[in-house]
């Protein structure tokens, strides 16, 4: 997310409670930013019919409509969020086509991508549950998925982040650091190692990690004064430590994928554990 841009939020809805959960928590993430919110349904004609039933025998105008009634359901709970924050310019978009490919390809043109974590799977409609997985993994700009009540709602906690030294783990610092200023809330680093390599001591493996996240912090405390940090260095699994880091935490922010800064010590596939395993909005940080 890139906070001086004029880039949209974009946020993908399918009727579900956990659609209108992410469009509230976009909400207020757009009025914070006075960022645009684009609100998208993508839909898909059914595939599957069943004997002697024909595509034109489907009412897909009342399918349409559906989807109409979900957009302005969609718009007005926006509002609502957004309203205690500022105003909010919102626009509603109905979509004849496979949510996955339309999402990926408005990924190209947004600062972030909202998705709820699953969806009721409604007659003809994708499950939102693989839309949030396929999105983390290739959309092109950050990725936010909002669980249907998040344990955090109406209390504060930190901002959490994982830390590896890679690439998206130094956008996934920035949006925790942005994040943070924005809620008026701290920041948690966290870094895990492993004993993968017997020639590198336990010692030496720690020393490593509180430098490399000395050196991805660098810079931050000086753009963002308002914001405390608290560090986590430790020999841990690095998804256990963050999904218990942040049971509690307003937000957790991870790269979608990385290198491991060290020997050691990598964040890699740990996005999807983390992504599958919170209960409260994870960020996916992506790089293009």
Not at 182 to 202: C, I, K, P
């Amino acid at each position: 997310m890139s906070p001086n841009n004029n880039l949209p939020i974009v946020v993908g809805i399918d009727g579900s409670p956990d659609g209108l959960a992410a469009v509230r928590w976009a909400a207020i993430d757009a009025a914070r930013r006075g960022a645009r919110l684009d609100i998208l349904e993508a839909i898909v004609a059914p595939t599957e019919f069943g004997p002697g039933i024909a595509f034109d025998q489907y009412d897909y105008e009342r399918f349409r409509e559906s989807g109409r009634d979900a957009l302005d359901a969609a718009s007005e709970t926006a509002a609502t969020a957004a309203a205690p924050i500022g105003d909010l310019v919102i626009t509603t978009d109905l979509v004849e086509a496979p949510p996955i490919p339309t999402l990926r390809d408005r990924s190209k043109n947004a600062d972030l991508i909202v998705v709820g974590t699953r969806g009721h799977g409604a007659f003809g409609r994708t499950l939102l549950g693989s839309v949030s997985t396929a999105l983390a993994r290739h959309a092109e700009c950050p990725v936010a998925v909002i669980p249907e009540v998040p344990e955090t709602a109406g209390r504060p906690g930190p901002v959490v982040v994982g830390v590896d030294g890679s690439s998206c783990s130094k956008r996934a610092v920035e949006i925790a650091f942005d994040q943070a200023s924005r809620r008026g809330t701290d920041v948690v680093a966290v870094l895990t190692w492993s004993e993968s390599f017997r020639y590198v001591s336990r010692d030496d493996l720690q020393q490593q990690g509180e430098a490399l996240l000395s050196e991805s912090l660098a810079g931050y405390g000086e753009t963002y004064p308002d914001v405390a940090v608290r560090r986590i260095v430790v020999e841990d699994r690095p998804a256990k430590r963050l999904l218990e880091t942040g049971e509690h935490a307003e937000l957790i922010v991870v790269g979608s994928h990385g290198r491991g800064g060290f020997a050691g010590m990598t964040l890699g596939s740990v996005s999807q554990a983390v992504l599958h395993g919170a209960q409260v909005p994870v960020i996916i940080a992506r790089t293009s």
